[in-house]
């Protein structure tokens, strides 16, 4: 598998530190945060997002993921629907101009009704499939929020049926949702893009922690996935924009490396 991070852990650090820092830890990729208080969102113009990608193709760095914030199972009336359509759009352009491979996307369905959050959310993935395959991105939907386990998910990437849409398995909303991984996996293989990994004390205390130093089942989720023959990647999604007073990810980078590495090697055997 390859390993790559993402830069909710590394907040507003401009590119080429970025890059600096995935070569120096050994990370194959990068998970671009898409927002507008950091280098790289949708409002860039043509240069700069050729200058992004030639500083990661001239690194050996891949840019993984446009991460961006749309809610595609969120209720919308008929202006927000347009700009809801509007953003998913503008997030697949960036992926594309960037040579990422993916545009993740949340549900955001809140507390409404789940055949209509579903309904909606499988009616919005499909209709930007079409672009995301002609710009040779795949948009994937996150375990997160409305959806956190990977039977939800499915719920709305079945109906879609389409190469070009996909699953983003965040392991720690699959694990506040009660899912285990093996279920998780079976349900989402079909549509896997990627795993997220990363660590916290607990449902309770949701602080960013060292990988291997909180209770989320890292080894089982790695486990069923090499059982599986799967060989993707795996993302620490280190969430030290929201906590700020959780350790700097850059000191913990090449050991949550080697520590995904022992637990590859460990399932492998």
Do not use: N
């Amino acid at each position: 598998m390859r390993f790559a991070f993402s830069t909710l852990g590394v907040p507003g650090m401009p590119v080429r530190d970025v890059i600096r820092l995935a070569v120096d830890a050994g990370y194959h990729g990068v998970e671009l945060r898409a927002h507008p208080e950091e280098p790289v969102h949708t409002g860039l113009g043509a240069q700069e997002r050729a200058e992004v990608a030639r500083e990661f193709a001239d690194a050996g760095v891949e840019i993984l993921t446009v991460a961006g914030y749309a809610k595609v199972a969120e209720a919308q009336d008929e202006a927000g629907e347009a700009a809801l359509a509007d953003e998913l759009a503008g997030l697949v352009g960036l992926a594309a101009d960037l040579g990422a491979s993916y545009v993740r996307v949340f549900p955001g369905g809140g507390d409404r009704p789940a055949a209509e959050a579903d309904a909606d959310a499988a009616r919005r993935l499909g209709a930007v499939a079409p672009l995301a395959a002609d710009r040779r991105v795949t948009v994937l939907l996150e375990t997160h929020d409305s959806h956190r386990t990977g039977t939800a998910a499915a719920q709305v990437l079945g109906p879609v049926g389409h190469g070009s849409v996909g699953a983003l398995w965040d392991v720690m909303h699959t694990w506040l949702g009660g899912e285990d991984p093996t279920t998780t996996q079976a349900v989402l293989a079909p549509h896997l893009g990627y795993v997220q990994v990363k660590d916290i004390a607990s449902a309770e205390d949701r602080t960013p922690l060292p990988l291997g130093a909180g209770v989320l089942p890292l080894a089982d989720c790695l486990g069923v996935l090499v059982g599986d023959g799967w060989d993707g990647w795996l993302c620490w999604e280190y969430e030290k924009r929201w906590y700020p007073s959780a350790a700097p990810l850059p000191d913990l980078l090449r050991a949550g490396r080697e520590h995904l590495e022992h637990l590859l090697e460990v399932a492998g055997k």
